[in-house]
């Protein structure tokens, strides 16, 4: 075992995480998890920053630091093709989303996100986008300006759902109620419970928010 492979294991370990745990995390299989740790694949320094990002430690430090000369070159120099063909599997599962306002017209920052049988959190990949909240009104809903929510892409509302919406041309996060076929009720929180009731025809629905990331 190489001093890379008892680095990751250590890691893996200090993070409470199971050899399979650590592969649904990167991607990969068990097996791939089980060949890292035991010396028999080794890795480039790409592929050792997405072992560190999900681990939460330098893994790299040890390659970099070590005084073995033989090891640094066994991780370092990777044949070619081997290298192609692993930069090609991990880029097919971690995949970069932009963080955008709520017109869509600027990026707020990115996040990157493993994909596992081409769904993100359970959704298709294609149909998810992240948003960063603009005001403080669902504060009552524990949203805040400046948390990111994870949403999927639909037009047409589930009863008590929270939304990204548009009504008259601007956009906001909303809950929302059926009233009947042609009403909806749009609900907000910021220091009291707000109500509005609007023809379902003026509501265009952007996407429903499924996950929000708290800003501290």
């Known amino acids: ?15 409470g995480l199971s050899k399979k745990q650590l592969g649904k995390k990167l ?12 010396g028999r694949r080794v890795l480039n320094e790409n592929l050792l920053r997405r072992f560190s990002n999900v681990l939460n430690y330098q893994v790299d430090d040890a390659v970099l630091t070590s005084d073995d000369e033989e090891e640094v070159i066994e991780v370092r120099e990777i ?14 599962v971690i995949m970069n989303f932009k963080i955008y306002d709520y017109s869509f017209s600027e990026a707020k920052g990115e996040k990157q996100l493993p994909i596992f049988d081409n769904k993100i959190e359970g959704f298709p990949k294609d149909k998810v986008f992240f ?19 994870l949403c999927h892409k639909e037009s047409e509302p589930l009863d008590d759902n929270i939304y990204l919406i548009e009504v008259n041309e ?10 009947d076929n042609n009403n909806l009720l749009l609900i907000s929180n910021k220091s009291t419970l707000r109500t509005e009731t ?17 800003k501290l």
């Not at 890379?4 to 294991?9: H, N, T, Y």
């Not at 044949?79 to 097919?92: D, I, L, R, Y």
């Not at 948003?131 to 929510?149: V, Y």
């Open 1 to 15: 075992m190489s001093r890379v492979s008892e680095s990751i294991k250590t890691a893996r370990l200090n993070q």
């Open 27 to 38: 991607g990969v299989s068990e097996n791939f998890i089980e060949e890292i740790e035991s």
């Open 131 to 149: 948003i960063e909240i603009e005001k403080d009104d669902m504060l009552g809903f524990r949203i805040a300006k400046g948390d990111i929510a």
């Open 198 to 214: 609007v023809d379902k025809k003026i509501v265009k629905v952007l996407g429903r928010l499924v996950k929000i990331e708290i």
């Open 170 to 179: 601007k956009r906001a996060v909303r809950q929302v109620k059926r009233i």
């Open 79 to 92: 044949p070619k093709k081997v290298n192609e063909t692993m930069e090609s599997a991990f880029s097919s």
